[in-house]
């Protein structure tokens, strides 16, 4: 697997910020063992608080893992105790902040040793996402919320689990400024097309037309694309349906990610509150941009490393793209540095920005 020192992105192994870890209906009292960032975790609903608990998963004891047990009669009678977790072994329980805080057959101090590490998440939009940071500071910027899942005209969003792709999540962020790849990947004819970085977010606008998402003789499609920070992405569509697509990718390991899809749409027959026709109509569409999300994907899957790609005019802005993203695998102190020549708005050479009346 390609790694981040490979790609010249900076200090850290993997960057920092907020990455989905999960849906939220698929987490429960039941531990699961999940791995990001190169580390076992333990993930569980707490029976207390109805919290999402994510803990280092390895007891300090002798190293047990907290959450790939199925077999110990601690396991088999619920490990979960209020928001605690009991460890499969020894039954060492440790709280939601990681300190244990009971040794059934000891009478002595708890040591202080005895803890592991307790992460940051927060639910949104029924998905579960966690702060990352190697320098272990607290989050810069909020995870990024669709307005619109209040809305009752708008079918709740539906998440498509795609599992691991073996490529490095710079490869899966290059899509953002790729101009070039809509045409033969998608079938699309570009009208305008643009990116713009400010800070933590990188925006790509387009417009045109889509071989997958509309018809010929239908209206143009047109996308606003934002990462907001390293890994979500939440795009507002027009066309054939009011919608917004959000993909988010996690490191697993260096060089790989697990992948969710979503997508929600806005009531297909002008319902104010949606109704069952309209969630057909919605799931249908999702298929078709999940269709759309596999051309590429089936590209990441097979492509070998681009470290340093070959680039030539109408190629899209990849070198200031690789500056912003290159901020999330180095210290904050560097970040006002690593921006300064990345911020506003790029073209690409032989395209239009997004005109003033689209806007």
């Known amino acids: 697997?390609?790694?981040?020192?490979?790609?010249?992105?900076?200090?850290?192994?993997?960057?920092?910020?907020?990455?989905?870890?999960?849906?939220?209906?698929?987490?429960?009292?039941?531990?699961?063992?999940?791995?990001?960032?190169?580390?076992?975790?333990?993930?569980?609903?707490?029976?207390?608080?109805?919290?999402?608990?994510?803990?280092?998963?390895?007891?300090?004891?002798?190293?047990?893992?907290?959450?790939?047990?199925?077999?110990?009669y601690v396991a088999q009678d619920g490990s979960v105790e209020g928001d605690s977790i009991r460890c499969p072994y020894h039954a060492w329980r440790f709280g939601p902040d990681g300190r244990c805080n009971h040794i059934p057959y000891s009478t002595g101090p708890i040591p202080p040793a005895a803890k592991v590490r307790a992460w940051k998440v927060e639910e949104h939009m029924g998905a579960v996402f966690v702060w990352h940071d190697p320098e272990g500071g607290e989050p810069d910027y909020a995870v990024p919320v669709i307005a619109e899942m209040s809305d009752p005209s708008w079918v709740p969003i539906a998440f498509d689990d795609l599992g691991i792709v073996n490529c490095h999540t710079q490869e899966i962020v290059d899509n953002i400024t790729d101009v070039a790849h809509f045409g033969p990947?998608?079938?699309?004819?570009?009208?305008?097309?643009?990116?713009?970085?400010?800070g933590h977010v990188a925006t790509q606008r387009m417009g045109g037309g889509h071989r997958t998402l509309t018809t010929a003789d239908g209206p143009m499609l047109e996308t606003e694309a934002v990462y907001t920070g390293p890994s979500i992405l939440i795009t507002k569509m027009t066309g054939t349906h009011d919608s917004y697509i959000f993909i988010a990718h996690t490191p697993v390991e260096d060089g790989s990610a697990y992948?969710?899809?979503?997508?929600?749409?806005?009531?297909?027959?002008?319902?104010?509150?949606?109704?069952?026709?309209?969630?057909?109509?919605?799931?249908?569409?999702?298929?078709?941009?999940?269709?759309?999300?596999?051309?590429?994907?089936?590209?990441?899957?097979?492509?070998?490393?681009?470290?340093?790609?070959?680039?030539?005019?109408?190629?899209?802005?990849?070198?200031?793209?690789?500056?912003?993203?290159?901020?999330?695998?180095?210290?904050?102190?560097?970040?006002?540095?690593?921006?300064?020549?990345?911020?506003?708005?790029?073209?690409?050479?032989?395209?239009?920005?997004?005109?003033?009346?689209?806007?």
């Open 1 to 72: 697997m390609a790694t981040a020192k490979e790609y010249g992105l900076g200090e850290f192994t993997f960057p920092r910020g907020w990455f989905m870890i999960g849906e939220s209906a698929k987490i429960s009292d039941k531990p699961q063992g999940v791995k990001f960032f190169g580390q076992e975790l333990a993930l569980y609903r707490g029976k207390q608080s109805g919290k999402v608990i994510l803990l280092d998963a390895y007891c300090p004891h002798m190293g047990t893992h907290l959450a790939r047990n199925s077999t110990s």
């Open 185 to 198: 990947v998608h079938g699309s004819i570009t009208k305008y097309f643009e990116n713009e970085f400010k």
């Open 259 to 359: 992948v969710w899809h979503g997508l929600m749409v806005k009531s297909p027959t002008g319902q104010a509150k949606y109704n069952e026709q309209d969630v057909e109509i919605a799931r249908q569409y999702q298929s078709m941009a999940l269709a759309a999300f596999a051309q590429d994907f089936e590209v990441w899957k097979h492509k070998k490393p681009c470290f340093k790609g070959l680039f030539v005019q109408g190629d899209g802005p990849f070198i200031k793209q690789r500056a912003w993203y290159r901020q999330f695998y180095n210290p904050r102190s560097q970040r006002d540095e690593i921006l300064k020549s990345v911020d506003g708005i790029h073209l690409a050479r032989g395209f239009e920005g997004k005109p003033a009346q689209a806007a």
